[in-house]
């Protein structure tokens, strides 16, 4: 792996910047080292004894083989490589737990830990044996050929909605909290029709009926991806010490889950990196980077994110800028 000279700060102290074109973050030794940490590692309480766990794909040369989930230093669940998200079950209500999810790889290596993630179960609620409603009026639109994006009404209950499941078909796919009425699939395939309901979750357990079915079909694998792409995206330039740098900034794009890493590309060349080593800043992320000494350089820029499920999602429009003009093209 290449490390790309930054000779000045950059305006996210946490960003790791890597020169990458399809970066994997495997080694150069021909896949040697055990994948990497998971990111993007999110908990939620589901009900009263249960939490919703879910993380980024992490991409690994040999693949990832499966994911182990640890309640502090206890392993109490795995799941195949293709899955990132679980349910622990059997919890205690009214506490908090603390969970890191690991990537073992094909050859049985074993990655490093994620960040500590915590969530707290709510309070049970003494004989409460009433369902949610089903939640009312889903719709949905596809956001891209691998993702949609659903909504729904909120449903009732005689306490409170703890969470709702997204459903595919018959499996259970996603977990929200219970004041979220909205969320963003990924991982679909292009061109495939989708068949999804909603169920509300109370914090005893009591699932209400399922709601009515959205189906869906994704377009094909020759759509841009479009709505998966950051936006806002805007190009600026500055001068320091006899150098000029490009400003870019960013809203990250809807995705159910947190995005960690951006792809940046100058001048339809090689992609460089952008990896978050902590928490992404909510909503619009800045960077800075150098791009040489000569003024009156056009360059053209565009962005794209690796979505929760480890697929890059669309390009950002794409801006153009002239190193010392102080300004580019933008929305």
Known sequence: MRRVPVPHSLALAALALVAACGWSGAADDGGERPPGAPTGVTAQAGS?????????????APGVHAYEIYRGTTKISEVPGSA????????TPSTTYVFTVRARDGDGRLGPSSRQVRARTPAAVAADRSAPSRPARPTGRAAGSRAVQLSWGAAEDDRAVASYDIYQGTAKVHSVGGSQTATVVTGLRPGTRYTFTIRARDAADNVSPASAA??????????????????????TTHRADGAHYLDLSWLPPRADGVVT???????????TSLVWGGTPPEGR??????????????????????????????FSAERTVTTGSGSGTGP
Do not use: C, K
């Open 84 to 91: 990132h998200m679980v349910d622990v079950t059997r919890l």
């Open 261 to 271: 890493e951006y792809q940046i590309q100058l001048d339809r060349g090689q992609p």
């Open 285 to 314: 992320a800045t960077h800075s980077f150098y791009i040489g000494r000569e003024a009156g350089v056009g360059h053209r820029v565009r962005i794209r994110a690796r979505l929760p499920d480890g697929t890059w999602g669309g």
């Open 214 to 235: 959205v189906r869906l079909t994704t377009p094909g694998s020759d759509d841009d991806g479009g709505d998966t792409a950051p936006t806002g995206f805007r190009v």
């Open 48 to 60: 009263a004894t249960s939490v919703h766990v879910m993380w980024n794909a992490v991409a690994s």
